[in-house]
């Protein structure tokens, strides 16, 4: 699958050259990008409300709205998942599974403010390490500065519903916040886990 402004277009199954009109499916936002779960769900990430397309081939795909504006922050904050899509939206954490339901994984202990203020919200780029969401970005809040991801967090994705805390504990806590500091002051210009060692880069 590719993107083009507020379009998906799908290839000739097996034919990664051929790209027919006639299978294109239209979203009423512009792409932001696209993410895959482990079900084979493609996630449309969008300026406003997410979408799932799935189906066995390019003719039966079928789409889904979901039902909440969670405009996406950037391509490079989607990160594909076993169960769920993830990405960073101005509303917070966002996770979208095959089945459409998009969750503001955070919204139980941030307000929309707090999150903007403590994350992020300008050129984000994450991995996931271990169980957790890694990313990085712009300190900007006014577009002004031009630094290259300065900022970041870490929050923890294995979820303990039932207990949260800013700087992760031992004894039960499982879902965390730590807020990060690019190395050496330096801007970050990506940001990849690394496949042999499992380190973030």
């Given at each position: 699958?590719?993107?083009?402004?507020?379009?998906?277009?799908?290839?000739?199954?097996?034919?990664?050259?051929?790209?027919?009109?006639?299978?294109?499916?239209?979203?009423?936002?512009?792409?932001?990008?696209?993410?895959?779960?482990?079900?084979?769900?493609?996630?449309?990430?969008?300026?406003?409300?997410?979408?799932?397309?799935?189906?066995?081939?390019?003719?039966?795909?079928?789409?889904?709205?979901?039902?909440?504006?969670?405009?996406?922050?950037?391509?490079?904050?989607?990160?594909?998942?076993?169960?769920?899509?993830s990405y960073m939206s101005?509303?917070?954490?966002?996770?979208?599974?095959?089945?459409?339901?998009?969750t503001n994984t955070t919204?139980?202990?941030?307000?929309?403010?707090?999150?903007?203020?403590?994350?992020?919200?300008?050129?984000?780029?994450?991995?996931?390490?271990?169980?957790?969401?890694?990313?990085?970005?712009?300190?900007?809040?006014?577009?002004?500065?031009?630094?290259?991801?300065?900022?970041?967090?870490?929050?923890?994705?294995?979820?303990?519903?039932?207990?949260?805390?800013?700087?992760?504990?031992?004894?039960?806590?499982?879902?965390?916040?730590?807020?990060?500091?690019?190395?050496?002051?330096?801007?970050?210009?990506?940001?990849?886990?690394?496949?042999?060692?499992?380190?973030?880069?």
């Amino acid at each position: 699958a590719a993107c083009v402004n507020n379009e998906v277009w799908f290839c000739e199954p097996y034919h990664p050259h051929a790209w027919p009109p006639q299978y294109v499916l239209t979203v009423d936002f512009p792409i932001v990008g696209m993410g895959l779960t482990g079900g084979g769900a493609l996630v449309v990430c969008t300026g406003a409300n997410p979408y799932v397309m799935s189906g066995n081939s390019p003719t039966t795909m079928g789409q889904s709205k979901c039902a909440d504006a969670n405009p996406c922050l950037s391509r490079a904050s989607i990160l594909n998942g076993d169960g769920a899509v993830s990405y960073m939206s101005p509303n917070g954490l966002i996770q979208v599974t095959g089945s459409a339901v998009a969750t503001n994984t955070t919204d139980l202990w941030f307000t929309r403010e707090n999150w903007v203020q403590l994350t992020p919200q300008h050129d984000t780029r994450a991995i996931y390490l271990a169980s957790a969401y890694f990313c990085l970005g712009s300190v900007s809040r006014d577009l002004t500065d031009t630094s290259e991801a300065k900022r970041g967090f870490t929050i923890e994705l294995d979820q303990d519903n039932t207990s949260f805390t800013i700087w992760p504990q031992p004894g039960g806590h499982r879902l965390g916040l730590q807020l990060l500091d690019a190395p050496t002051d330096a801007d970050v210009m990506g940001i990849f886990t690394d496949p042999w060692t499992a380190i973030g880069c």
